[in-house]
Every structure is written in structure tokens, then in C-alpha cells.
């Protein structure tokens, strides 16, 4: 069971990953694709086999690692390795079908809005009118 925890991605890794590694061997893969779970990352390792994932995150007292190995065959999910280290965000609900080992394809995300932050921290949305002070 994955606790809850802070989080802000889930990254599933791409790559294929000895799955010998335990938590320090699976923090340096993190690192390798520029993820760092006590940041709040979540990374999902999936098994040459496709019959075990592995999932490694953190919290402030220490980290995590996760395993599932599916019994009866393998997850139902198709996706290519490749030889990069590289990761892909996958939201909450993906993270949960891929744990049950069900079927998904992501054909096209909804846009998701996010504030625009400027370098010095200042928003830079800009707001006019009686709501000025409220919104900036």
C-alpha cells in the first residue's frame, strides 16, 4: 500500500532498471533522470516482464520503495523501453490502473492551467480595477 504522502509528480521511468536495486540503487536512477523523491517525486520502475513494478518515493523521515508482482500474468499495459534514462509524468488515475495492471492508452491529455511565476517570484498575471489589490 502506497501511503499518502506529498506528492508533486508521478514519473514512470522508461528505461529498463536491474530490478535487483533496492533504495539506494533505485534513488541513483532517479537521480540519473533528474527526479529527486524528497522533493516530492514519485517514480514507477515497471519490470523487463512487465510482472513487477516497483515504486520509490519519500517522505522527511526516509524512503520508500514499493513493489507489486503481478501473479497470474503480466500487466496489460504496453509501452516501449528505451535506452535513456528518461521518465513521464502520469497523473494519480494512471498511476492507480497501472498498479491494477489494467489496459490504458493516454491519446490526449486535457490542458491543465497553471500560473504563470515569474523568476523573482512575483506573479505576472495582471489584474485592473477595484480587485487589483485582491488578485496581485
Known amino acids: 500500500m502506497i501511503p499518502p504522502v506529498p506528492r508533486q509528480r508521478i514519473w514512470l521511468a522508461q528505461h529498463r532498471v536491474d530490478f535487483r536495486k533496492q ?3 533505485l534513488l541513483a536512477e532517479a537521480y540519473k533522470m533528474g527526479l529527486d523523491p524528497f522533493s516530492g517525486d514519485m517514480i514507477i520502475f515497471v519490470g523487463r516482464s512487465r510482472r513487477m513494478i516497483k515504486v520509490l518515493y519519500a517522505d522527511p523521515t526516509g524512503l520508500f520503495v514499493t513493489a507489486k508482482l503481478f501473479t497470474l500474468e503480466t ?3 504496453k509501452f516501449k523501453f528505451i535506452s535513456e534514462p528518461l521518465a513521464k509524468d502520469i497523473t494519480a488515475a494512471e498511476l492507480s ?3 491494477e495492471g489494467s489496459r490504458y492508452t493516454i491519446e490526449k491529455r486535457v490542458a491543465v492551467y ?3 511565476i515569474d523568476p523573482k517570484g ?3 498575471r495582471t489584474c485592473s480595477g477595484p480587485y487589483a489589490r485582491v488578485m496581485g
Open 122 to 124: 512575483i506573479s505576472t
Open 23 to 25: 533504495h539506494g540503487g
Open 75 to 77: 500487466m496489460k499495459t
Open 114 to 116: 497553471t500560473k504563470p
Open 97 to 99: 490502473l497501472l498498479i
